[in-house]
């Protein structure tokens, strides 16, 4: 098992940027894919990014893919997320998620939120115009 916990949201400016982190508590992270979802107010859950255990195989949602960057540092089981050029339809609480399975094929199975077992309280991005 894992507890996941996010950091790194707040308030920008739209054209800004921000940086997410997840940490997790287990040893067990490194094998686990992780993902970014995000939830705006009166919408469902979507899926914003993924990365399999070892780094080398990334997944993005349209919306996101070339301004947002996921990556993780499995020497100390933390996930990241970073946002670049942020508009105001990137506000909501973003979550973390972690699977047990350790890459998905094809890439677009991490799109799929029962996929993940574990998932983070959320953290609120809020973008301004």
């Known amino acids: 098992q894992v507890q996941l916990v996010e950091s790194g949201g707040g308030l920008v400016q739209a054209g800004g940027s921000l940086r997410l982190s997840c940490a997790a508590s287990g040893r067990i992270f490194i094998t686990y894919a992780v993902g970014w979802f995000r939830q705006a107010p009166e919408k469902e859950r979507e899926f914003v990014a993924a990365?399999?255990?070892?780094?080398?195989?990334?997944y993005y949602a349209d919306s996101v893919k070339g301004r947002f960057t996921i990556s993780r540092d499995n020497a100390n089981y933390t996930l990241y997320l970073q946002m670049n050029s942020l508009k105001p339809e990137d506000t909501a609480i973003y979550y973390c998620?972690?699977?047990?399975?350790?890459?998905?094929?094809?890439?677009?199975?991490?799109?799929?939120?029962?996929?993940?077992?574990?998932w983070g309280p959320g953290a609120q991005v809020t973008v301004s115009s």
């Open positions: 998620a972690a699977s047990t399975a350790s890459t998905y094929t094809p890439s677009n199975q991490y799109t799929q939120s029962y996929k993940y077992e574990y």
């Open positions: 990365i399999n255990w070892n780094g080398r195989s990334t």
